[in-house]
């Protein structure tokens, strides 16, 4: 019985282990068959994206195509213009060896002309250096030049002013003159009348002066000779003093008379008179002191008798300090 239960038993361990193998034998292959169905689909998938791959790897292919035969056109045209780059550049490697060359003997001919040079260089330099001496001398003399002709310009100018006055001056000279010649032509009688006849303008210290706001005193001097017995005698003489329009110098008491030029009466105005006793030869003088001064011009000294002209003078005045 024992035995029967052991067999019993070990029959129920065999079929347990085969249901077990069973069970584990359908999950292998349920799990095989999942993986072959997981397997169908992922390569169902990559024949599909290979296959999409596949079209755009044709079409992109076509466009390589087409590229690639551009490139080669192209390389076809830079070889050529390679190959005249070359060409030309050996021409320039030539130029440049050339140029190189003649630079270098440029340079050379240079390094001698200014070793050969230097000297006349540095006497250059000195000469430059008296120029720029000499120029700076002869701006300072054109500028000292320039300031003489301003002064000049202003003298000339003052001379110009002066002139016009000389001019009119002359003019009354020239009418004194001739007023003094024809009256010298008209005197009374031929052997009545003054020579060495002499008219001084003097200053305060009895020196002759011949500038005008200077003059103190008129001096006056002339000889009578061969006088007429007739003739001889007391006689009043007339100092007459006028400007070259004819007028009388200012006097406090002028004195009026009569006389005869060319037989005619004629009034006189003298600033001095006096008597004298006429003899034979003899040497007579007048001195007037001055009341005002005398502005520069002509003046005509003369003098008279009752009788007539004996002489008369004209001298210039100038401008004190100009002349």
Sequence with gaps: MDQNKSNTGAGQNKNENQRKGLIIAVAVLAVLLIAAAIWAFSEKSQKEELQSEKVELEGTVDELEILREDLIAEVDSLQGEYSMLAETNGELQGDLAQAQETIAQKEAALRNIKARNASEINSLRAEIKQLM???????????????????LRTAMGVLASDLDASKEEIEQLNNIRQTIEEENEQLTLENFKASAFQVEFEKGNDKVTS???????????????????????????????????????????????????????????????KDVDITKDQRLSFAYDLEEKLDPGYYRVAIYTDIGLLGASSMRLRKGGLF
């Design 211 to 273: 500038k005008a706001r200077k003059v103190r005193t008129v001096r006056t001097s002339f000889d009578l000779t061969g006088v007429p017995e007739e003739f001889q005698g007391t006689r009043t003489l007339y100092l007459t003093i006028t400007d070259g329009q004819g007028n009388p110098i200012e006097a406090t008491n002028p004195i009026t008379a009569k006389t005869v030029v060319n037989n005619k009466e004629m009034d006189i105005i003298a600033v001095k008179a």
């Design 133 to 151: 001496a000499l120029k700076d001398d002869l701006q300072g003399n054109i500028q000292n030049l320039q300031a003489e002709n301003d002064s």
